[in-house]
């Protein structure tokens, strides 16, 4: 059963770069079958995209951050990384890393099949 | 980007009753529609996918129906574990935007 867990400091500064790893077990990053994504709730709020990594190394980011977001893969430790910089209060929140399954089952749909449980990260001075 | 605008924010309902939640996308995404329950300090969990279709384990007291802009999630006679918040989410175009919950709440 694949799980995915989240790391990384609960405290960042401002203005400094926010970085989280998510470590996924029980199955590969290095598949083609999947889209390694960081997905981001506010406290109180609703889910932000934040953007994902292929397994070729591609990503997509949501335009809104796309400045100050950048994402890596660590195949050899079955990881993969997200790096927010400049960051500001507005940046807290809980950071999940997600899959999304492309053509989920029958549905030739892409679905956020799993989830990690989450990383509550602050940001304040 | 699609904005999805989910109606009411919140509900009150008794077990047992049956409950409709309400999401509209700002342009059409086909079937691009999925739901998700999330409880406090969890992470969401897939219920419905591709607008209509149940995913392993999900009971079928819950469905989903809808196509193009207007969508909507079902619960039939909830019980206490479905007092939880929905999101719906579109997965037509990039960037995925998901709408901004709905909360059921116990009467």
């Known amino acids: 059963q694949v799980q995915l867990q989240e790391s990384g400091p609960g405290l960042v500064k401002p203005p400094e770069t926010l970085s989280l790893t998510c470590t996924v077990s029980?199955?590969?990053?290095?598949?083609?079958?999947?889209?390694w994504s960081w997905i981001r709730q506010p406290p109180g709020k609703g889910l932000e995209w934040i953007g994902y990594i292929y397994y070729s190394g591609s990503t997509n980011y949501n335009p809104s951050l796309k400045s100050r977001v950048s994402m890596s893969l660590d195949t050899s430790k079955n990881q993969f990384s997200l790096k927010l910089t400049s960051v500001t209060p507005a940046d807290t929140a809980v950071y999940f890393c997600?899959?999304?399954?492309?053509?989920?089952?029958?549905?030739?749909?892409?679905?956020?099949?799993?989830w990690g449980q989450g990383t509550k990260v602050t940001v304040s001075s | 980007d699609i904005q999805m605008t989910q109606s009411p924010s919140s509900l009150s309902a008794s077990a047992g009753d049956s409950v409709t939640i309400t999401c509209r996308a700002s342009?059409?995404?086909?079937?691009?529609l999925h739901w998700f329950q999330q409880k406090p300090g969890k992470a969401p969990k897939l219920l419905i996918y591709a607008t209509s279709t149940l995913q392993s384990g999900v009971p079928s007291r819950f469905s989903g129906s809808g196509s193009g802009t207007d969508f909507t999630l079902s619960i039939s006679s909830l019980q206490p574990e479905d007092f939880a918040s929905y999101f719906c989410q579109q997965s037509f175009s990039i960037p995925r935007t998901f709408g901004q919950g709905t909360k059921v709440e116990i009467k």
């Open positions: 029980g199955g590969s990053v290095n598949s083609a079958s999947y889209y």
């Open positions: 342009q059409s995404i086909g079937r691009y």
């Open positions: 997600a899959r999304e399954h492309l053509f989920y089952s029958e549905s030739s749909q892409d679905v956020f099949d799993i």
